[in-house]
């Protein structure tokens, strides 16, 4: 299989070099049983090239399990990982087969591998270099056969030194890395996937496919997609949804980059010039949490002064009305999950915890 039948049968739309790069390694490595370690920040494409490498291996027949790590209860992790048997646990009413059995032949995928906790992490590695384990409750073993593709959007040599993860399994991961670049490092590529994604929502949507004009495609390659291609995408349905002119120009996207123009207005900041590219992200980071920062108090300011003016008393006289936190709590996450219609994800992101809390949450306060 050529490149560019493989990007065609995967459905990875590029033109950088760097996304070729990974798809040398990934055509090279997917025949293998070896572990693989994809790297890349949120809406990078990690599923993506994850799917590539269980549909190019010999292994495409079988299924294809995926796995958030981050989203499952640190509780539970290991029973859903590797099963349970009757009566093992309070509540484990039946035996159970974990992911690893129901990816026998095939491959798992472990999504926020970051977020596994240590003591299911020693259990994995033991899973891997043996090809076996013991389900919770069992007093033999099960043997299975699994490829393992983990992800992360965090960097685990320092979680490594945090003690956070485990070395042994690190290395044992490692072996094969695939970093996939954040879009604003490859924006050779925004063209063609704005292009595809006008394509694809058209076709699926049964309308006349709009017209991508090149100052807008300019525009997108200016801004600097925090969301990588996830955002891209997202952009360019909503450009189309609220566009029906067939026409797609600088006017419809100028709204939907917002990122981008607090970052016009905050040009008073200084800007260093000659910066390593480390320096350049953490600038950038500091940026971000200025905005942040920014909105966080005129949000303060903005609920204090409607909370007084609906308490003001009729003789002048200022009614604080005092909630529990719990109750604020309860209801910050009710309001975010309204807003990400159910999304818990994105949920946990708008809250700013992690996706873990976010389920504990929900159970404690029963949502
Ligand atoms: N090179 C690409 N070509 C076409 N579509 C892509 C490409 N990369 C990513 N996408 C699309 O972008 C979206 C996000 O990709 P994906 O889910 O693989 O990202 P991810 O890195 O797993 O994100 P997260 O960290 O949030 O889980 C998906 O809709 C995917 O189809
Ligand atoms: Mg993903």
Redesign the pocket.
């Known amino acids: 299989m050529t490149v560019e039948e493989f990007k065609k049968k995967f459905?990875?739309?590029?033109k950088s070099k760097e996304?070729r790069d990974l798809i040398d390694i990934t055509m090279q490595v997917a025949g293998s049983d070896i572990s693989i370690l994809i790297y890349?920040?949120?809406?990078?494409?990690?599923?993506?090239?994850?799917r590539a490498i269980h549909g190019y291996s010999n292994r495409a027949g079988k299924q294809m399990v995926s796995v958030n790590c981050g989203a499952i209860p640190e509780g539970i992790l290991e029973s859903e990982l590797f099963g349970h048997k009757k009566g093992s646990f309070t509540g484990a009413l039946e035996s159970r087969k974990g992911y690893f059995e129901i990816a026998d032949g095939g491959t798992l995928f472990l999504?926020e591998i970051a977020e596994m906790p240590l003591t299911t992490q020693v259990k994995l590695l033991r899973a891997i270099e043996n090809k076996e384990f013991m389900k919770i409750g069992a007093e033999t073993v099960t043997n299975v056969d699994v490829r393992i593709i983990a992800?992360t959007?965090k960097d685990l040599q320092r979680e490594v030194e945090a003690k956070r993860f485990r070395e042994d399994l690190y290395f044992r991961l490692k072996a094969v890395t695939l970093n996939?670049p954040p879009l604003r490092k490859r924006k050779i590529?925004i063209d063609e996937?704005a292009n595809?994604f006008v394509q694809a929502y058209a076709a699926d949507n049964k309308i006349e496919t709009p017209v991508l004009t090149s100052e807008a495609c300019d525009l997108l390659k200016s801004y600097n997609w925090p969301g990588?291609?996830?955002e891209l995408?997202n952009v360019v349905e909503s450009a189309i949804a609220l566009n029906r002119n067939g026409i797609l120009d600088v006017s419809a996207f100028a709204h939907l980059l917002k990122t981008e123009s607090a970052e016009v207005e905050n040009r008073n900041l200084p800007v260093y010039l000659k910066k390593s590219p480390e320096e350049l992200d953490r600038e950038l980071m500091y940026r971000a949490l200025f905005e942040i920062k920014k909105d966080l108090i005129e949000l303060k300011d903005l609920i204090y002064r409607q909370n007084i003016d609906s308490n003001i008393k009729d003789n002048g006289s200022i009614n604080y009305e005092v909630l529990p936190l719990d109750q604020l709590e309860k209801q910050a996450i009710k309001n975010a999950l309204e807003q990400t219609k159910g999304n818990k994800?994105n949920a946990a992101r708008l809250l700013n915890i992690s996706e873990r809390t976010l389920y504990r949450k929900i159970k404690e306060y029963d949502l």
């Open positions: 459905g990875i739309v590029s996304i890349g920040e949120s809406g990078v494409g990690k599923e993506v090239f994850a999504d992800a959007n996939i590529d996937l595809h990588n291609v996830r995408k994800r």
